[in-house]
Every structure is written in C-alpha cells, then in structure tokens.
C-alpha cells in the first residue's frame, strides 16, 4: 500500500516548491471546469444564432440570406438549452463531493441566472406586445445579452476571476454599441464580438490553467 | 483561484515557530535555532536542505525520541554561517514529506470552509486509499486536517478539510522554502 517514498522529502526547496505548483494546477484541474468546456458552447450558441438573425434580419430590415423567419429563433433556442444542460453538467461534474460555501456560492450564482432569465422574458414578454418586430428583436437580443455581461462580472466578484470580469465588461459594452448601431448590426456585433470574446475567454482561461 | 501559497512571501518572517503543537518530540529544533534568521549564508540552499532528507526518521513525524538535530550531521560543516541547523527547523516535518505535501496542497486550493470527501480527494491524488489515510491521519494528529464522519443520504461519508491552522503552516512552509532558495528576498 504505502510506497517507499512516501515519506522522502527534497533534494532541494525548488523541487519542493515545482511539487507545490504541479500539485496545484492539478488540483485546480480537478476541482474547476475546463474553461473551454464552459464558455465555448455558449459562443459557438451565440456565433451560429446571432449569426443567423442578422443575415436574416439584417440592418434596415433586408433579408441577406433567405430562410424561414422562425429559423433563427429556434436555433438560438435550442442552442441554448444545450449549452446550458452541457455547461451544468460540466460544473456539476468538477464540483461533486466537495461541499462547503463554495458549493452554495455557486448554487446562488446559477439561481441568479435562472432568475434574471425569467424576468427579462416575463418584462419583455409583456412590453413586446407594443414593439414592432425588428425593436422586439433589439428588445430581447439586447436584453438578454446586457444579463449575460453584468452575470460574468459579478460572477468574477465571487470567484476573484479577473477573466470573467474582462469577459462580462466586452459583452456589455459591445452589446451596448451593438443596440445604439440599431436592430439587425446588432445581431452582427453580438455574433461576431460577443461570440468570439466566449470564445477567446475559453481559450485564454484554459491557457491561464495549463 | 491561486490564493494561499502566492501571498504567502510576503510575509516572510523568518523566524518560523514551526509547528506549534504538532508533534511534542519535534518541538525541540524550533526552539533552538536562535541562528536561526541567517540563512544568508554562501552556499544556502542545496547544502542546507540536503541536511534533511538523508535521514528520514526523523521526517516521520511523530517519530519518536529521535533527536531532530541529528539530521544536521550529514552536511558535516558545522561551521558555516547557516549552522548545523540554519535551515532544518524552518521546515515542518509534518509538512515536508513528499506524500502529505500533495495532500496540503491538494486541500489548501478549496476555499476555506469547502470539505471534500475522502475518495474524491483519493481520485485527485491518485493515491491508494491506505496511503492516503495513514498520512491524513498525521496530519489529523498535528491539527492540520479535520476528518469528519457523515452521511449523504444514507451513504457514510468521509469529509476532509484543511484547517486554519493547517493553512497556516503550509503558508509558513512556502515562506520557508523560498527563504532557503533566496535567502535575502525577504530580508530587506
């Protein structure tokens, strides 16, 4: 059972200190999602989704692409479903057995998501029945996304995760310049930088861990 | 993400008071070792440390009745300015052992208060459950871990953290070690 090195020490402080780092990153490994896995799926959601209102609805409501009208909504519907099944599994999974205020933590944030989701569809849901189209599209892409920006910064208050907070800073204000440029750019700003800045936050957030 | 052991330098005294009430029997280098202070000696890091590992009885923390000063021979120069003792008492032998150092470490990166069961931990360490035990339990015995007993659902359930003191010690250990590599980084 106990093998012989057990209780060896160290030649020297620096090997000691190279265990100390290369158990921490795989700890931290272990213990927190692949960055790639959590937000990869959702800028690939918003790449494809987004990508499709604007060529369907683009700017001064010209259609560049043709293709049924509830296309792109349902896209963007059943993307999101699966980002959101993929992306809780994947934080169930590097959470599980440990229990403690992190736990809890993270429960409160995912609840805050849910939570704001549910608001802004019942708020729009109900103003939405004044709007024309191409504002209701502003309305619910702008809202939803302006949600996504302020829960990855705060979401960066609870994890001290600098990363998020860059993350959830872009979104915000490119969302911001997407719904002041006006409906159909919008979708294309959000595609484009949005869903590459997901993207990148992966990448750079898996580089970060390695 | 990073937290404990990247602050932990800049406090950096070096007068490290060792592990208070780990093992009784190791008290004895912490107390001594007014010279403690000095590491800044010519050759400091490898000498001095090597002074540790080839006898590792006195490692094994609750060892006992083996005087911990012994392992300051081996390096045969008692002269120099680091002393025979200069840098062994600054590293707790709880701590440094290859085995419960993974495992310090291991807990040190949950947020304070997070417990983590026994396989988990087990699966993180890829270490066989009887390892792991026996040096869980060492570190129990100092006051570095705490082990509680649960049920989820009906299942029993092995909960392990590491305390305040436990990260306390693994600070101090990091600080040590860094002062053997560069003795004069935290002098100044």
Known sequence: ?210 | MTRPDNDAPSTASPHNNAPPATSPDNDTPSTTSPDNDTPSTTNPDNDALSATSPDNNAQSGAGPGDDPRSTGGPTGDPAPAAGPNGALPDLDPVIHAQARLRVVVALSQLPGGDRITFPRLQEILRMTAGNLSVHLRKLEEAGYVEVTKTHRGRTPATLVHLTQRGRFAFEEYVTALRTLIDPGEDQS
């Open chain 1, 1 to 210: 059972m106990t093998s012989t090195d057990d209780e060896s020490t160290f030649e020297d402080p620096g090997e000691a200190l190279r265990l100390i780092e290369r158990e921490r990153v795989n700890t931290i490994r272990h213990v927190t999602p692949d960055p790639r896995l959590m937000y990869w799926p959702w800028g690939v959601t918003w790449l494809i989704s987004f990508g499709l209102s604007f060529l369907r609805f683009g700017p001064d409501g010209k259609t560049l692409v043709d293709m049924p009208e509830w296309l792109p909504l349902i896209t963007l519907t059943g993307l999101l479903i699966t980002a959101g099944v993929f992306t809780g599994i994947v934080g169930a999974r590097a959470s599980r057995h440990i229990s403690g205020p992190s736990s809890r933590q993270g429960a409160a944030y995912g609840i805050s998501w849910s939570a704001g989701f549910t608001s802004l569809a019942v708020i729009f849901g109900r103003v939405g029945e004044q709007l024309p189209d191409e504002m209701l599209g502003l309305l619910w892409g702008g809202g939803m996304v302006a949600l996504v920006g302020v829960l990855y910064m705060a979401g960066s208050a609870i994890w001290d995760a600098r990363d998020m907070f860059v993350l959830g800073a872009w979104i915000s204000v490119v969302n911001v310049i997407g719904v002041l440029w006006g409906p159909g750019w919008h979708a294309l700003v959000v595609a484009v930088a949005g869903g590459g800045g997901l993207l990148v936050a992966g990448l750079i957030g898996w580089m970060h861990r390695r």
